[in-house]
């Protein structure tokens, strides 16, 4: 089912490489859009057009069932020359280190025709950042004609990168592109193959060197062989709901899809989103690692390990580094590489040192891996040394931030860092240093578990003893100093002066997740999270309705995140409110089949009663990693799944609506196991009362 009116571009990934086209398979250049073939933040084609005897065509029909390769059915002229078309063309693309295009054109004419093929091809060689920000370039752009291929090269300084263009059948190549004057027999075919190769320092070029041949293009086996070991070993779902399978096949696909490998380490790493977030970000990759580890555990130990190595070691102001510190952001584009941009790597995050530690000890309780939580010990240490030193900015036990880099560093660096995101219940916006209340829940989540790891694990009962202490006075002092009492819920966070910020957020849905709310205060937050201000219908808006700067369609001000749900949803079964869960689980599912299963980034917080589909958010990633979690999470949650030392325990609570659910295989301590659910709540989200009116109007 999709959604009326809306014509999606179309994208081929595998990993930090992908192309973005339109559903003709053609790229046009857009200065504000990352249309274009993209490798590690750099775009390496920005214009690919072809034309048959100089027409452009137009879309019969677009196959994207693999996320590395896609074929799109074509034809010559307007659509009202469809009927009888005299001929048809197939461009089959695969992504892998550039991308090949095995072009074929069919002849339907009971005579030889003769054809004009022409792709015109280029390259801006623009960084992101330059497109998000629509920044000139200023480095020098060339072309250079070589025998059988096109190349096409950037320099600026000692940074260079080049692109390779070269075709399996002989072609006139200009500095624009290649033109094949071609002959196809009565109700034949003509095929060749396009090669495009991007290059950085230091790469092999041998292999790019040698000229495509026509019958290569079958796709790539290697990749499709990984795909299937990868899909094989998670577990499989067995359900009545066709929404909720096909959201989570279409997430275990993605989620292998945005896996990538960065110039740092060889193993392969969750990416955050395509098109803007193809690298590794601190925050999303550790969540969506919390999200699957039922499912595809493996992604896990390479996150930790590569953010570990890149744990801060020194006060960088240009890159908001400190000791102890874990990264939010590593790039490797033009305007890194010239520290016109911090992420070289950037440490702008404030919840990201305290989520290492807790996906450390989630992974031990899941895997039973000692060793692995041993070998990180020292990292982990350091990072709780730092929820404690330079994350308490004031001195007063709250974890802080407030950017050192004043140029271009986040204003707000928590998972909410757009700059409006953070704001009083009137809209007004509060000084800095902030400090969120999820911040201080991760914190209180963190020290729980670093005393679990030291007493369990490191040998050091006297950390486990003061985080232990630590933990329960962070416990005492938020609820008396986060909670509103004329509210009834957590302020979205502390201004400097220690004032509330009193926004109504659906961040409290996180506290919950974290164990740091009161048990007889935990009513109060889901009566407000499934309350008519915040719940749309389609899930928990990020700000409710009634504040200032709500707006069903602002980035962190409205708008309904799936990942953000799932951790709410998470958080109410912790404290026992699963019928409200399992409403905001049920919510989300039957979101996703508007989205052909894939959720995006976020979409609109219109009521439901206002549209009979969710409305995206304009320029939501898709996929996204932790949108792609997020079916996980909650079928995780639903079912109740928690790890303990000699098995699993199941305690399902599934929406009647949802019907059965089988998850079979779930990895873990104890091999391989079963999990079973039948539906049985009959969900509703909270009737309309007079508090909840005046909350409204407020």
Known sequence: MTQPGVTQPVSVLDGATFVVSDRNGDIDPSPSFPTGLFALDTRFIARWELTINGERLHSLSVDDLRYFQTSFFLAPGEPTHYIDAKASVIRKRTVGGGFEEQLTVLNHEEEAVDFTVRIEAGSDFADL?????????????????????????YRRGAFFRETLIAASDEAEIDDHGLTFRIRVEPHDKWTTLLRVVTLFPGADESAAAELPTSDRGRGRPDVQRLLDEWTARAPHLACDCEPLSDSYNRSIIDL????????????????????????????DSLITCLQTLPFIPEIAPPTLRTLAELQGTRLDNLRDEEPGKILHEVRYGESAAFEEQPHSPYYGSADATALFVILLDEYERWSGDADFVRE?????????????????????????????NTRNGLENQCWKDSWDAICYRDGSLPTFPRATCELQGYAYDAKVRGARMARRFWDDPDLADRLEREAADLKSRFNRDFWVEDGGYYALGLDRDGRQIDALASNMGHLLWSGIV????AGMVARHLLGPSMFSGWGVRTLAEGNGRYNPLGYHVGTVWPFDNSIIASGLARYGYTEESARIAESIIDAAKYFQGRLPEAFAGYDRDLTTYPVQYPTACSPQAWSAGAPM??????????????????????????????????????????????????????????????????
Not at 654 to 678: N, Q
């Open 518 to 521: 009161d048990q007889e205060r």
């Open 633 to 698: 999470l909650l079928i995780r949650t639903m079912l109740g799944l928690e790890p303990m030392e000699d098995g699993l325990t199941v305690r399902p609570a599934v929406p009647a609506s949802l019907g059965r659910i089988e998850l079979l295989g779930i990895p873990g301590r104890w091999g391989r196991i079963d999990a079973f659910g039948r539906g049985r709540l009959r969900t509703a989200a909270y009737p309309e009362t007079e508090e909840s009116r005046a909350d409204r109007a407020r």
């Open 376 to 404: 990180f010990a020292d990292e982990a240490k350091l990072a709780l040394c730092w929820i404690d030193t330079y994350g308490d900015l004031l001195g007063n036990g709250y974890v802080w931030y407030e950017r050192r």
């Open 129 to 153: 950042f330059e497109i998000k920000n629509l920044l000139p370039k200023r480095g020098e752009v060339s072309t250079l004609v070589e025998p059988g291929r096109l190349r096409l090269r």
């Open 256 to 283: 292998a899809a945005l896996r990538y490998t960065g110039l740092l380490r060889k193993e392969k790493l969750p990416a955050a989103g395509l098109p803007w977030f193809m690298t590794l970000f601190g925050r």
